[in-house]
């Protein structure tokens, strides 16, 4: 039997733009517990409802997040992400799966959730993760990356008791799908504040049954700039972690773990080209604005079918590279 051995994560980490510190240093990693302090005895996110800009995640965090969204199949996952803060950046420095139950559309952590966290973060300190919980993650199969109503109220509550507090949604569905991480970072705006313009507004590849959800609240809140860094010394870490996510990866066709997803997809985009019909097509010739409106719902669904080519491009070259790991047969055993 051939001996397959596990890619290199250098792949992942190519997809993914996860940036190396520099290893002389390695700051991001050091937790310096005075200027922590400093910026919430000041709050200054307090007079600005945009206040932090960008978040900043280690590939440990990342990978852990999303092994565990994908995990959870068709259901949706929490857990909580521990990390620090300087200047208008949020850092993400680990992460940790909350034992809640979730449902298809909505997950919440109960009280036996909160325990966990708290002795999670207690005994955590004990071996020199110092930093705090600073946000929770959830996910949503296959609706991609957006806060819904429930998120929108728990992301508020958090930030209004434990702030600074982030939220970051992954869709493992288009992960698998795409081979890229879906993820979105998100912080909600104070309660009767009405941002100059929102900057959820478009998402390509929303389901139907999310978009009045979608529509909704979002305006309520606003996404933040995502980057990630990985160093030296994570590196044996990182490396065991992607050996677990590669081999359930592995062991699973994107094309048959997502075939329902795909389907559904379809179903979904085929919907919205019957809901252009020829009156509305007809309509634009004679009223610029709606031309300009029709223009940009048209080129959305031209986006839209670009995406659902590309994911099914992606899912059958992983299928003819397993089969040529798995199926290899040499020229001295095909001539026996």
């Known amino acids: 039997m051939m001996d397959v051995e596990t890619p290199d994560i250098t792949e992942f980490v190519d997809n993914n733009n996860i940036n190396a510190v520099n290893p002389a240093t390695d700051e991001v990693y050091r937790y310096d517990a005075k200027i922590q302090e400093e910026a919430d005895n000041s709050k200054p996110w307090r007079n600005n409802p945009t206040y932090f800009k960008r978040v900043e995640v280690s590939a440990v965090a990342l990978m852990k997040m999303v092994t565990h969204a994908c995990s959870g199949g068709d259901i949706e996952i929490m857990g909580m992400m521990q990390g620090k803060i300087k200047g208008d950046t949020m850092y993400v420095m680990d992460a940790f799966a909350l034992p809640v139950e979730g449902t298809e559309t909505r997950v919440s952590a109960q009280e036996e959730g909160y325990e966990y966290m708290v002795d999670y973060v207690e005994k955590a300190k004990k071996i020199g993760r110092h930093e705090n919980v600073i946000g929770w993650y959830h996910s949503h199969p296959g ?59 478009s998402l390509t590849m929303l389901p139907t049954n999310k978009a009045s959800d979608f529509g909704a609240h979002a305006s309520k809140y606003y996404s933040l700039e995502i980057s990630y860094f990985r160093s030296l010394r994570d590196a044996k870490l990182l490396e065991r972690l992607w050996r677990n996510y590669w081999v359930k990866t592995l062991s699973q066709s994107p094309l048959v773990l997502n075939k329902q997803f795909n389907t559904d997809k379809i179903v979904e985009f085929t919907e919205k080209i019957k809901s252009t019909s020829v009156s509305r097509l007809i309509e634009k010739q004679s009223l610029s604005s709606k031309g300009s409106e029709e223009d940009g719902y048209l080129s959305k669904l031209a986006q839209e079918s670009e995406l659902l080519a590309d994911d099914a491009k992606y899912g059958l070259m992983t299928n003819h590279v397993k089969h040529s790991i798995f199926n290899f047969t040499s020229a001295a055993e095909a001539g026996q």
Do not use: H
């Open 143 to 201: 609706y991609r990356c957006w806060l819904s109503g429930i998120d929108v109220r728990t992301q508020m509550l958090n930030q209004q008791y434990q702030d600074p507090f982030l939220a970051v949604v992954i869709d493992p569905k288009q992960t698998v799908s795409t081979g890229k991480v879906d993820i979105g970072a998100f912080r909600t705006y104070p309660e009767n504040y009405e941002p100059s313009s929102s900057s959820s507004s």
